[in-house]
């Protein structure tokens, strides 16, 4: 007959495994933009987008006319690799900052933020999310566009 296992030792067991099942389950490479995933080839992205992309230099998609709800994108160029896509960036009108921002901050908490100053060239702000999934960049240079970037997160903050 085997001995009963100690009752703390037990707890210690579960909640081991509760703390590396998150871990060890595949997760869906999923974008932050609904509808896209990460390693998507060219001809799933202009289905899933409804637009044809053009070229906009080595494995740099581009794509124009878009809305990201009721906010009109100027442009959005999308980096491809061999493993399909790699990162996608958006333009936006500068005044659209403070609105996708906010929406930014509701979703996934507060950014890293910082404000970049280099001779000659114009302030840059900057706000990083790290989500687990994806790097999403927010920048702002001057009156210039306001810049979403998404790019899979190459760290996930529950290993830190």
Do not use: K
């Not at 703390?19 to 990460?38: K, R």
């Amino acid at each position: 007959m085997i001995p009963p296992f100690p009752r703390h030792c037990l707890a210690v067991l579960v909640g081991l495994l509760c703390w590396l099942l998150p871990l060890a389950l595949p997760t869906a490479a999923m974008a932050c933009v609904p509808g896209l995933d990460w390693g998507m080839q060219r001809s799933h992205l202009e289905d899933r987008l409804g637009v044809s992309l053009t070229e906009a230099g080595d494995r740099t998609l581009e794509a124009h006319g878009l809305t990201i709800g009721e906010l009109p994108v100027t442009r959005l160029r999308l980096q491809l690799s061999d493993g399909g896509l790699q990162q996608l960036a958006y333009e936006l009108e500068p005044d659209a900052m403070t609105e996708v921002l906010a929406g930014l901050r509701s979703r996934y908490g507060a950014p890293v933020s910082t404000t970049v100053e280099t001779e000659g060239q114009p302030m840059q702000q900057v706000w990083v999310w790290n989500t687990g999934t994806d790097c999403i960049t927010a920048v702002r240079a001057g009156d210039e566009a306001f810049l979403l970037s998404y790019r899979p997160s190459r760290l996930n903050p529950a290993l830190l």
